[in-house]
């Protein structure tokens, strides 16, 4: 039993009391429609603090700024292009994290010391009300990463954080139950601080819907150059413990993930048969920790093709191997 508290009825007065844990600055684990995340106030440097702590995460990277409204962007930013409120206005409340210049509210603690700052308004109602019933605390902004422990699968689900979390969140800690997490891969990341918008982490809000919601094409970039310039560089693994292979046909004994028209080997454990990329995406990371309690040593993926969604799967499948190979 971990000894943080888990909320399972989301009423209006549990999430007001949510909102005072994170005003007395405590953390609460919270769903959105991406992953789960491990929130605190924003501007409250102790229980920022906490976050690194229950995550075993380097203290340099930067955290994403969670948001009610609109309005509050302008609090943390003072330098919004025109292509970012576009962008917002398009997929806000959703899957999409701006980076922006950062206003003097975003402190060094969140920002890792960059002169930049991470907002996102999710699209999930429990969000959403934690938001709202922090904000009338005078909570200006939930600073949350993905609640899981640093390189780790995210969390798509209230029990995965318990698991990853609860051995390392107190007492007066809180998760929240608000069911799986609709999208199930993290947030697409623009940088907005250039003259064109940049994708840092490919998710849900996809190039083309980008260029379509701004008229501006893409920076490109070399993504091994993008890890070494953005100091607190995004999380090269997303991992299970078992080995993740790509592409290869499953032999007995292992796990394979692949949409629901390729058949499974005999033998091979099947841990998840979508039946479109949405569907893989939202499976993804649930049918990987499967394969973990299943105490399976390889996992096999037949990774989809195609754009949207399917490059968001590929970016999380490809890190994931990646750090099999070097685990
Ligand atoms: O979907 C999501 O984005 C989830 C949910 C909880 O909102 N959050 C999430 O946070 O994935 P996290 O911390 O696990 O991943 C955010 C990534 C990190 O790799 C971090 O380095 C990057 O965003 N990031 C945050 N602020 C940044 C900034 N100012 N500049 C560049 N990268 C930034
Ligand atoms: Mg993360």
Redesign the pocket.
Known sequence: MSPSQFLSQCTASAISDAAQVLANGGLVAFP?E????LGADANNADAVARIYEVKGRPSD????V?IASMQQMGQWSDEIPEFAIDLARDFWPG?M?L?LKRSDLAKDFI?GG?N???V?I?NHVVALALLEAAEKVGIQGIA???ANRFGQL?PTTAAAVQVELGAFMKDADLVIDGGTSAVGV??T?I?CTGDIPRV??P?AITDEMIVESTGLQLRTHNAREEEIR?S????NHYAPIATVILDQQPVAGQGFIALANISTPEGVSRLAAPADNDEFAHLLYAALRDGDIKGLSHIVVTQPVGSGIAVAIRDRLMRAANSSETA
């Open positions: 959105t991406t992953v789960y995340g990277h930067p955290l994403i969670h899957p994290t980076i920002t960059q930049t700052v991470g996102r999710p949350a990463p993905s995210s993290e947030s990341i940088d840092l982490r998710g953005v607190g560089s995004l999380e």
